[in-house]
């Protein structure tokens, strides 16, 4: 079994910061690239920000500046680290990663959390 445990989300103050943190666990071959995904109420999925196994990121405009992807190769670990929060970053974030188990390379979703900016 793989699977991406999500933690660190929680309700936060317009610029408060938080870091979400996402686990790949189980039998891992390789992992290609991992993201932060997030979905608003009567909003669209959108990208977030993304890295690379050889750790080249991406940021959408909305967040440049503001949150930083970072990973943690020997735990199969990525993280967001949140500055700067705005009530429009509230929605739930999802962690994804594009890896390659024994059997499979799949693109892997974690369960959500949700995050919260008000006051």
């Known amino acids: 079994q793989v699977q991406l445990v999500e933690s660190g989300g929680g309700l936060v103050q317009p610029g408060g910061s938080l870091r979400l943190s996402c686990a790949a666990s189980g039998v891992i071959v390789s992992i290609y690239d991992m993201g932060w995904y997030r979905q608003a109420p009567g909003k669209q999925r959108e990208l977030v920000a993304t890295i690379t196994s050889g750790g080249s990121t991406n940021y959408a405009d909305s967040v440049k500046g503001r949150f930083t992807i970072s990973k943690d190769n020997a735990k199969n670990t990525v993280y967001l680290q949140m500055n700067s929060l705005k009530p429009e970053d509230t929605a739930v974030y999802y962690c994804?990663?594009?890896?390659?188990?024994?059997?499979?390379?799949?693109?892997?979703w974690g369960q959500g959390t949700q995050v919260t900016v008000s006051s």
């Open positions: 994804n990663a594009y890896l390659r188990t024994n059997y499979i390379t799949y693109n892997f």
